[in-house]
């Protein structure tokens, strides 16, 4: 392999809704010479930014706007409650004042937003607003592309950070199509890599398990690399189960909000208010009538007005064809109620508030390294807006600590242990290493064994030990012992794989990605003593809800090998700000 050694100011690794977001700001800032004149800011994607990440197929609605009437507060209100009250209030103010800002800013990209006859954004619900989002990434990557000193790297994987005494100083990675390996140096890091899909047996396997509802190629890669260099991280058990369209695994909320359809069982009763509201309970109702045998279960769509069910097969169009097209085949939704099941669980920091645990200026427990979007904990309901807000939060406090950092060692300033010292250099061992085990996968001898059987052996194993679709999401304790088993299992058997290329090294990288996010998964699946979100953590063991011992945040961090569970308590009601205490 080539190796190509790069320095750069900001490394965002990750070129998604907040990746990208990160860099346009950045790249902002610098018109402002007292700040961070001259900041070379690179991007680097394992896809390509025009279309990577969860916004890559587009979107027909932002689900994060502060809508007439309404307040960020009434945004806060909404996410605690859905979370039943274990998120971090701060980081969620944080976002909800950026909300129709970062909206407005999209409309000057060239996002197209639906508006009334008084030129009034369209509202869907409370909370949201409707637009034509078929081509919102590549607005944002047009718009990377003429950002001042942004330089993008795509089809490179990151496989690994380097972390010197708890302080980042850049990533290692490959390019799948030109043989190249990179070390790369960096002052600041932000991590905008999504969160983790494929860690358990899809609804559809086989040939077609990539049609889920959560990006195939989200491996929980920012997740794995940093649990394996003692981030701390946060929520893991709280998991997302998405309510979908059966089979095409397409969206419910704009059949919900947008005609307003409600849950009905195979008897044509109402169910949804029998359960409750909460995303996690709309689930869990679904999960129980068809357990009880009043399945399936169905959205009502029958006998909507023809300019409805017109709206629905073009709203479709933006985000999932295949519901459109499905409805065209079998029958519009008009006269046919739409069938609906959960998914598999998925991690991701944008719905529920798995990820890094972060403090309000999105800095992680790892010493220069920030996260945003779905890769960063405590935050649940960010969507599109939110991930943007959070980018662009984490964006500034990155260049702010460049700055910092600048102003320490100028004139031979005396060092401070607090400040960053960026006269360390990745070594030439630490590349040797690194290049030395992806040359490994490549000379070795093709065995019994691929990686995607094991990446199966794994998604059945949590599936069946470790809450999937096939227990209902139920799990115990005797089970997620014997998931971590199996994991474990697995994870040794990784190191004899066999690739042809780096394409299928690749592939290697993502399963022992996904593995190193599974133990996390499992170990506060069984931290947590309670059941406080049906389906999402439903736990046998402890079928109720406890206040008393897990109205808190369970987090951890990995210790000699172990992953060490860390009890926090919540954060003051109300409070705006919180650092870390090292």
Same mark, same amino acid.
């Given at each position: 392999?080539?190796?190509?050694?790069?320095?750069?100011?900001?490394?965002?690794?990750?070129?998604?809704?907040?990746?990208?977001?990160?860099?346009?700001?950045?790249?902002?800032?610098?018109?402002?010479?007292?700040?961070?004149?001259?900041?070379?800011?690179?991007?680097?994607?394992?896809?390509?930014?025009?279309?990577?990440?969860?916004?890559?197929?587009?979107?027909?609605?932002?689900?994060?706007?502060?809508?007439?009437?309404?307040?960020? &507060?009434?945004?806060?209100?909404?996410?605690?409650?859905?979370?039943?009250?274990?998120?971090?209030?701060?980081?969620?103010?944080?976002?909800?004042?950026?909300?129709?800002?970062?909206? @407005?800013?999209?409309?000057?990209?060239? #996002?197209?937003?639906?508006?009334?006859?008084?030129?009034?954004?369209?509202?869907?619900?409370?909370?949201?607003?409707?637009?034509?989002? *078929? $081509?919102?990434?590549?607005?944002?990557?047009?718009?990377?592309?003429?950002?001042?000193?942004?330089?993008?790297?795509?089809?490179?994987?990151?496989?690994?950070?380097?972390?010197?005494?708890?302080?980042?100083?850049?990533?290692?990675?490959?390019?799948?199509? $030109?043989?190249?390996?990179?070390?790369?140096?960096?002052?600041?890091?932000?991590?905008?890599?999504?969160?983790?899909?494929? #860690?358990?047996?899809?609804?559809?396997?086989?040939?077609?398990?990539?049609?889920?509802?959560?990006?195939?190629?989200?491996?929980?890669?920012?997740?794995?690399?940093?649990?394996?260099?003692?981030?701390?991280?946060?929520?893991?058990?709280?998991?997302?189960?998405?309510?979908?369209?059966?089979?095409?695994?397409?969206?419910?909320?704009?059949?919900?909000?947008?005609?307003?359809?409600?849950?009905? $069982?195979?008897?044509?009763?109402?169910?949804?208010?029998?359960?409750?509201?909460?995303?996690?309970?709309?689930?869990?109702?679904?999960?129980?009538?068809?357990?009880?045998?009043?399945?399936?279960?169905?959205?009502?769509?029958?006998?909507?007005?023809?300019?409805?069910?017109?709206?629905? #097969? &073009?709203?479709?169009?933006?985000?999932?064809?295949?519901?459109?097209?499905?409805?065209?085949?079998?029958?519009?939704?008009?006269?046919?109620?739409?069938?609906?099941?959960?998914?598999?669980?998925?991690?991701?920091?944008?719905?529920?508030?798995?990820?890094?645990?972060?403090?309000?200026?999105?800095?992680?427990?790892?010493?220069?390294?920030?996260?945003?979007?779905?890769?960063?904990?405590?935050?649940?309901?960010?969507?599109?807006?939110?991930?943007?807000?959070?980018?662009?939060?984490?964006?500034?406090?990155?260049?702010?600590?460049?700055?910092?950092?600048?102003?320490?060692?100028?004139?031979?300033?005396?060092?401070?242990?607090?400040?960053?010292?960026?006269?360390?250099?990745?070594?030439?061992?630490?590349?040797?290493?690194?290049?030395?085990?992806?040359?490994?996968?490549?000379?070795?001898?093709?065995?019994?064994?691929?990686? *995607?059987?094991?990446?199966?052996?794994?998604?059945?194993?949590?599936?069946?030990?470790?809450?999937?679709?096939?227990?209902?999401?139920?799990?115990?304790?005797?089970?997620?012992?014997? @998931?971590?088993?199996?994991?474990?299992?697995?994870?040794?058997?990784?190191?004899?794989?066999? @690739?042809?290329?780096?394409?299928?090294?690749?592939?290697?990288?993502?399963?022992?990605?996904?593995?190193?996010?599974?133990?996390?998964?499992?170990?506060?699946?069984?931290?947590?003593?309670?059941?406080?979100?049906?389906?999402?953590?439903?736990?046998?063991?402890?079928?109720?809800?406890?206040?008393?011992?897990?109205?808190?945040?369970?987090?951890?961090?990995?210790? $000699?090998? *172990?992953?060490?569970?860390?009890?926090?308590?919540?954060?003051?009601?109300?409070? &705006?700000?919180?650092?870390?205490?090292?």
């Amino acid at each position: 392999m080539k190796i190509e050694r790069i320095k750069t100011d900001l490394l965002i690794i990750g070129g998604g809704t907040a990746g990208c977001y990160a860099a346009i700001i950045a790249a902002g800032i610098q018109n402002n010479p007292q700040v961070a004149a001259g900041t070379k800011i690179l991007i680097v994607e394992k896809a390509n930014i025009k279309r990577s990440g969860c916004l890559a197929a587009g979107v027909n609605a932002l689900n994060a706007y502060i809508t007439e009437g309404r307040t960020p &507060k009434d945004y806060v209100e909404y996410a605690k409650k859905d979370a039943d009250g274990i998120v971090r209030e701060d980081l969620l103010y944080t976002i909800s004042e950026k909300f129709n800002e970062v909206t @407005a800013h999209l409309e000057k990209l060239g #996002l197209v937003i639906l508006k009334d006859k008084d030129g009034k954004y369209i509202a869907r619900g409370n909370r949201n607003i409707k637009i034509n989002g *078929e $081509n919102i990434k590549p607005l944002l990557a047009a718009a990377v592309a003429k950002a001042p000193g942004v330089q993008v790297l795509n089809h490179v994987n990151i496989t690994d950070f380097s972390v010197h005494d708890n302080k980042i100083d850049g990533a290692f990675g490959f390019g799948i199509e $030109n043989d190249t390996f990179y070390a790369i140096e960096a002052k600041v890091v932000i991590v905008a890599t999504g969160g983790a899909a494929g #860690l358990y047996r899809p609804n559809n396997p086989g040939f077609s398990r990539h049609k889920m509802w959560y990006p195939p190629f989200n491996t929980g890669a920012g997740y794995a690399m940093g649990i394996r260099h003692g981030a701390e991280m946060t929520t893991f058990e709280m998991r997302f189960i998405a309510l979908r369209c059966k089979d095409t695994i397409a969206p419910t909320g704009t059949l919900a909000q947008g005609v307003g359809a409600k849950q009905v $069982n195979a008897l044509g009763e109402v169910y949804e208010t029998k359960y409750g509201l909460s995303t996690s309970e709309r689930v869990y109702g679904t999960v129980v009538e068809n357990l009880e045998g009043r399945g399936p279960c169905y959205l009502k769509t029958e006998g909507i007005s023809a300019e409805q069910e017109e709206s629905l #097969l &073009k709203a479709y169009l933006n985000m999932a064809p295949s519901q459109t097209i499905r409805w065209i085949e079998n029958g519009t939704p008009s006269k046919a109620n739409v069938e609906i099941e959960g998914t598999e669980p998925y991690i991701v920091g944008g719905h529920t508030a798995s990820g890094y645990w972060v403090d309000t200026k999105r800095a992680t427990t790892i010493k220069g390294l920030y996260a945003a979007g779905d890769v960063a904990g405590g935050c649940p309901q960010k969507y599109v807006t939110g991930a943007l807000a959070e980018g662009e939060i984490a964006a500034k406090s990155a260049v702010e600590y460049i700055r910092t950092a600048r102003d320490c060692f100028v004139a031979n300033a005396p060092r401070n242990d607090d400040k960053i010292d960026y006269r360390r250099h990745i070594s030439e061992k630490e590349i040797e290493n690194h290049v030395t085990e992806i040359e490994k996968f490549l000379g070795n001898k093709k065995g019994a064994q691929t990686a *995607e059987n094991l990446e199966e052996a794994m998604q059945l194993a949590m599936d069946a030990y470790a809450g999937g679709i096939k227990t209902g999401y139920r799990y115990s304790e005797n089970q997620l012992n014997r @998931a971590k088993k199996e994991i474990e299992i697995i994870e040794a058997l990784t190191d004899n794989l066999s @690739a042809a290329d780096l394409q299928e090294v690749m592939y290697i990288y993502e399963l022992k990605e996904r593995l190193t996010v599974c133990k996390s998964v499992i170990a506060h699946l069984a931290a947590r003593h309670e059941t406080r979100w049906h389906s999402f953590a439903e736990n046998l063991d402890y079928p109720e809800k406890d206040n008393i011992h897990f109205r808190k945040y369970v987090n951890s961090r990995l210790e $000699n090998g *172990e992953i060490k569970i860390i009890l926090r308590e919540l954060t003051a009601e109300g409070q &705006k700000n919180y650092e870390h205490q090292h």
